[in-house]
């Protein structure tokens, strides 16, 4: 299983951009990265799948190196409702296959 | 609304009692799992059901006894807790293909938060 490794916590202001880097140095051929969103008392909400190079959707960017070693999910202009529990994953789901969440990233976001 | 249902939200409980959670999920998806969420740790992922077989027991007490009746619901029967089993219990569902890993979104639950005194 690839484990992955991203800062404990990260702070911003409203209308920056925030980026969060999520290492996962020993990813398979066949894995794919995924960022998932938490707020307090609810579940993880998915954010954005990617497996190389750029994916943009309406909420996010993720940006993934040519090793795959590494990737970053880029949340444009943050607001105070960014405030949350980003999490990177490594691996796929089903099959029996174990996608495991790990601490994640505390971003706050203030005014 | 992520279309997967849990109840209670919330629910107090003795050591000796023996309680459910309950699971639905309306998305059509084959694979239901349940999470574990304790303050301030990570996810631990407990069972995972894939076209109604379990397929995964993270090396969880016997005290917790998953049941998938059918693909739409997942229980969890809860029996003899201890008050370190006080946490946030997320449900999951998705959809992969027979058999095989995906890249399946995970849709998740609201979570029943468990207090055990």
């Known amino acids: 299983l690839a484990k992955t490794t991203q800062p404990i916590s990260m702070d911003s202001y409203e209308g920056q951009e925030v980026n969060i880097t999520c290492s996962h140095n020993?990813?398979?051929?066949?894995?794919?990265i995924t960022w998932y969103q938490q707020f307090p008392s609810q579940g993880p909400r998915f954010i954005i799948q990617?497996?190389?190079t750029k994916v943009t959707n309406e909420v996010a960017s993720l940006f993934i190196p040519a090793d795959r070693k590494s990737s970053t999910l880029s949340l444009p202009r943050v607001s105070l409702s960014d405030t949350a529990v980003y999490y990177c994953?490594?691996?796929?789901?089903?099959?029996?296959?174990?996608?495991?969440f790990g601490t994640g990233t505390q971003l706050k976001v203030e005014l | 609304e992520t279309g997967v249902t849990q109840t209670p939200r919330h629910l107090v409980m003795g050591m000796t009692n023996k309680k459910s959670l309950k699971c639905e999920q309306h998305?059509?998806?084959?694979?239901m799992y349940w999470y574990k969420q304790s303050a301030k740790k990570p996810l631990e992922l407990m069972f995972v059901?894939?076209?109604?077989?379990?397929?995964e027991n993270n090396s969880v007490p016997s005290r917790f006894s998953p049941e998938c009746p059918n693909s739409s619901h997942l229980f969890l029967h809860l029996h003899t807790l201890q008050p370190e089993d006080s946490a946030l219990y997320l449900c999951?569902?998705?959809?992969?293909?027979?058999?095989?890993?995906?890249?399946?979104?995970?849709?998740f639950g609201e979570g029943s938060r468990l207090t055990v005194l």
């Open positions: 990617g497996y190389k």
């Open positions: 994953l490594v691996g796929l789901t089903g099959g029996g296959n174990k996608l495991t």
């Open positions: 998305l059509g998806h084959n694979a």
């Open positions: 999951a569902s998705s959809q992969d293909p027979s058999g095989g890993a995906s890249t399946g979104e995970l849709f």
């Open positions: 059901y894939s076209l109604e077989e379990r397929v």
């Open positions: 020993n990813i398979a051929t066949n894995d794919y």
